[in-house]
């Protein structure tokens, strides 16, 4: 085999896995909102306008006139339902001399995967201390982007993925400055560390063949920045804030293995300092709380997310090529309440609307994400004057989607082998239950 011919195998090998990260999540796509149990309560409805540690990660501007410090902390657990089924998937081995001519086959294996996505627990947690009566400073750790999916090794969906993990870890630090007593500001500096691993299996020349497999590891710290504003007065708060997209750039290893034949097995082997680079959007954030009685908050919130900025997935040498994703811009929309049931006791509810950025026709197994609605209950009881407990549940319903992405492994070489992916995502939903503490000092 020549050299001209290795590198092509050596990046299509990596073409049908793509550098991306598997799951139906709980935000969009594969973003996690669940960064504050008391925001849970009400569907993350009021987050960008309201006040204290609990809405760092949504608004720097919010811990501005703090009077007293604060630590929040929380944990929520996260239960995944659904499964992506197969609606008749084929793929195409290429033809070899002496050969009959190959015609598209069922791709074979079990054609429904069960809960592909791992339950897992967020942490999240953040503090701040006012300087004097206007300016406070702040930090928020947050995991905006993680979980663990993973398909069986006769899942039909296997040549798209069998185990992806992402690990997310977004460090904030902020400050918040009220210029004057109506108007808030703020600004943060967002410091991501991001670790990957992925694997798909590869088809071999012959179906009688077992099929072979690639992993991909990566790491790597990146940077984003995070600018908020809030308007206050005696009934109402308006909040606008912007986080910035960041660019992911990460370094690590490609493996391959398992390919066999003379044309194939030359490509079993692994690429130390292998590269990724991609964008995760930025969000645009406009959010409001209005005091309806004495007792009565109403919240409301719209987040816009330039999901179209994560176009594609460029690998750097020696795989160069990149890998178009074509998500699109999207949104969500949020409603809910506060209301305080005695001097302790607060109660929440409220609904949220997302729109998936994934679209009809590219879309895969990697991430069967869908519109979902969110509809969430939860409360807080003021233990002492100084601690208040959080917790809060939701339901997350998914529609049903496509999985529609066709792909080819060996892209553009003579053994190009054509995958058309036709399966679905079906009964689809997600429990997720949080609970957390406020400390004031």
Same mark, same amino acid.
């Given at each position: 085999?020549?050299?001209?011919?290795?590198?092509? $195998?050596?990046?299509?090998?990596?073409?049908?896995?793509?550098?991306?990260?598997?799951?139906?999540? &709980?935000?969009?796509?594969?973003?996690?909102?669940e960064q504050s149990t008391r925001g849970q309560g009400r569907a993350f409805s009021g987050e960008g306008a309201d006040t204290g540690a609990s809405s760092l990660w949504w608004n720097p501007a919010s811990i501005a006139g703090m009077e007293r410090g604060e630590a929040v902390i929380g944990a929520s657990a996260i239960i995944p339902k659904g499964d992506v089924v197969?609606?008749?998937?084929?793929?195409?081995?290429?033809? $070899?001399?002496?050969?009959?001519?190959?015609?598209f086959q069922p791709v074979g294996g079990n054609r429904v995967s069960s809960d592909p996505i791992n339950r897992g627990? @967020?942490?999240?947690?953040?503090?701040?201390?006012?300087?004097?009566? !206007?300016?406070?400073?702040?930090?928020?750790? %947050?995991?905006? &982007?993680?979980?663990?999916?993973?398909?069986?090794?006769?899942?039909?969906?296997? &040549?798209?993925?069998?185990?992806?993990?992402?690990?997310?870890?977004d460090i904030q630090p902020s400050v918040g400055i009220a210029v004057l007593d109506w108007l808030r500001v703020g600004g943060a500096l967002n410091v991501e560390y991001t670790k990957a691993e992925l694997g798909n299996a590869l088809p071999n020349l012959s179906s009688a063949l077992p099929d072979g497999f690639q992993r991909l590891k990566g790491d790597g710290w990146d940077l984003g920045w995070s600018a908020g504003v809030q308007l206050h007065n005696d009934w109402a708060t308006v909040g606008i804030s912007y986080k910035s997209r960041i660019k992911h750039n990460l370094k690590g290893s490609l493996e391959v293995g398992g390919l066999l034949g003379q044309i194939l097995s030359p490509q079993n082997r692994t690429v130390d300092g292998a590269t990724a680079t991609f964008y995760t959007?930025?969000?645009?954030?406009?959010?409001? #709380?209005? #005091?309806?009685?004495?007792? $009565? %908050?109403?919240?409301?919130?719209? @987040?816009?997310?330039t999901w179209a900025d994560f176009d594609a997935i460029r690998l750097g040498a020696p795989i160069n090529q990149a890998i178009p994703e074509n998500y699109k811009n999207s949104f969500s929309l949020a409603g809910g309440f506060d209301y305080a049931a005695t001097d302790r006791l607060t109660l929440r509810a409220g609904a949220q609307r997302g729109i998936t950025p994934t679209q009809n026709g590219n879309r895969d197994a990697r991430v069967p994400d869908a519109n979902r609605w969110n509809y969430s209950i939860g409360g807080s009881y003021k233990v002492t004057p100084r601690f208040t407990l959080d917790a809060a549940g939701s339901y997350i319903d998914f529609a049903n989607a496509?999985?529609? #992405? #066709?792909?080819?492994?060996?892209?553009?070489?003579?053994?190009? %082998?054509?995958?058309?992916?036709?399966?679905?995502?079906?009964?689809? !939903?997600?429990?997720?239950?949080?609970?957390?503490?406020?400390?004031?000092?």
């Open positions: 085999m020549t050299k001209s011919f290795k590198a092509p $195998l050596l990046a299509t090998a990596i073409v049908s896995s793509s550098f991306a990260f598997a799951g139906a999540a &709980y935000g969009q796509a594969f973003y996690l909102q197969d609606n008749g998937t084929l793929i195409r081995r290429p033809t $070899l001399p002496g050969q009959p001519v190959q015609t627990v @967020v942490p999240s947690g953040a503090v701040a201390i006012p300087l004097n009566d !206007r300016v406070a400073v702040g930090l928020a750790v %947050t995991s905006p &982007y993680s979980f663990t999916t993973e398909y069986d090794a006769n899942s039909w969906a296997r &040549y798209s993925a069998l185990k992806t993990e992402l690990r997310t870890i959007p930025a969000q645009i954030i406009v959010a409001g #709380r209005f #005091r309806a009685t004495d007792k $009565l %908050t109403l919240n409301a919130q719209a @987040v816009r997310f496509s999985i529609d #992405r #066709r792909t080819a492994a060996y892209a553009g070489t003579a053994v190009q %082998t054509p995958i058309l992916t036709n399966g679905q995502v079906q009964n689809a !939903r997600a429990f997720v239950a949080s609970i957390g503490g406020r400390f004031s000092f």
